[in-house]
């Protein structure tokens, strides 16, 4: 793994977003755990109902940062205001056979959404994608989530499967499971000839 961390280096940068506010992406640490506890505890419920993990957990953050330490993760945060406005993580498996499939997960924070951050994420994530040698990603969301499902398609991604009662919210409610790829090698042409639209990243 150790090459795969070192492969997948990031320098910061500034960013300007469509309504003229700029925020800071760089890697995420350790050091930002109380920052992304913070972050997770700001989010609405119906948010955090459709989370994949309950990321307002510290033991799931501690093994998020794990995650980060091994290399199979790597989190882009973005900050504005000394407030994180966002993140992009792309999570890889370890099995051999998957090995050049990523999933993407984007969120921002509900002062930030409809301002462009989510894509501005995804194009930041996709070219650290590139650097880890991903040929694919994929994202999952439940059937309900509409608003990510719109998004995601903004960005190119199409539906792979749909999985009846393949998960549980956070209440116990079994969801449909909405499953989304797409060629990470294409997604400069599709950021450059997309107009750029609002969208949600609720659950992204």
Do not use: C
């Amino acid at each position: 793994m150790a090459t795969a961390t070192q492969a997948a280096k990031y320098q910061p940068k500034q960013l300007q977003l469509r309504d003229g506010r700029q925020v800071s992406v760089r890697k995420m640490t350790p050091e930002d755990k109380s920052a992304i506890l913070e972050f997770a505890r700001s989010l609405p419920e119906e948010d955090l109902l459709f989370l994949r993990t309950d990321i307002t957990d510290p033991s799931v953050v501690d093994a998020w940062i794990e995650n980060l330490r091994k290399g199979n993760t790597v989190t882009l945060l973005a900050e504005g205001a000394d407030l994180i406005a966002g993140y992009a993580s792309a999570h890889r498996d370890e099995a051999r056979w998957t090995r050049r499939v990523g999933e993407v997960r984007i969120n921002a924070a509900t002062g930030y959404r409809g301002a462009g951050l989510g894509r501005a994420l995804a194009a930041e994530i996709f070219e650290v994608a590139r650097s880890l040698g991903l040929k694919k990603m994929a994202a999952m969301m439940t059937q309900d989530q509409t608003g990510a499902r719109t998004a995601f398609e903004r960005l190119g991604f199409t539906v792979e499967a749909m999985l009846t009662e393949w998960v549980e919210d956070r209440r116990g409610h079994p969801r449909d499971l909405l499953v989304m790829s797409y060629d990470v090698a294409g997604f400069n042409d599709q950021a450059t000839t997309s107009p750029a639209q609002s969208e949600d990243t609720r659950r992204v």
